[in-house]
């Protein structure tokens, strides 16, 4: 499956409108402040904050299993990058369950729009 047919399809299962979430991804990467990570069958979206800060988004229609294995590719790569401080906000508790069941630190986060940050 392609990353556009991953961002749709997990649009779908959020209640969000598909061309909508598309034209907003590709608007960000477009201008050179978002980055597309795919693995398997997951996508993160990486938007740039400020130097070596990030916010992340995750679409996603992999099973929790391989869920586990393209989010641990993706902490590697971010490990392997100049980014050092991750930030996000799960609608579902259950990512930052699941990141921290596979040996990410997850912290909660000191900016009141994210509920979750990485330091990498």
Same mark, same amino acid.
């Given at each position: 499956?392609?990353?556009?047919?991953?961002?749709?399809?997990?649009?779908?299962?959020?209640?969000?409108?598909?061309?909508?979430?598309?034209?907003?991804?590709?608007?960000?990467?477009?201008?050179?402040?978002?980055?597309?990570?795919?693995?398997?069958?997951? !996508?993160? +979206?990486? =938007? &740039?904050?400020?130097?070596? *800060?990030?916010?992340?988004? #995750?679409?996603?229609?992999?099973?929790?299993?391989?869920?586990?294995?393209?989010?641990?590719?993706?902490?590697?790569?971010?490990?392997?990058?100049?980014?050092?401080?991750?930030?996000?906000?799960?609608?579902?508790?259950?990512? !930052?369950? +699941?990141? =921290? &069941?596979?040996?990410?630190? *997850?912290?909660?986060?000191? #900016?009141?729009?994210?509920?979750?940050?990485?330091?990498?």
């Amino acid at each position: 499956m392609n990353a556009s047919e991953i961002i749709k399809r997990d649009a779908q299962r959020n209640k969000v409108d598909p061309a909508n979430a598309l034209l907003a991804v590709n608007k960000l990467v477009q201008s050179g402040d978002g980055i597309l990570l795919k693995e398997n069958d997951s !996508v993160l +979206l990486l =938007k &740039k904050l400020k130097p070596h *800060v990030v916010e992340v988004h #995750l679409f996603t229609v992999d099973q929790p299993m391989m869920l586990s294995k393209s989010l641990l590719v993706f902490y590697k790569k971010l490990q392997d990058s100049d980014i050092q401080t991750v930030y996000g906000k799960a609608d579902n508790p259950q990512i !930052v369950d +699941l990141m =921290k &069941k596979i040996g990410i630190r *997850v912290e909660d986060s000191d #900016l009141s729009q994210y509920n979750w940050k990485l330091v990498i």
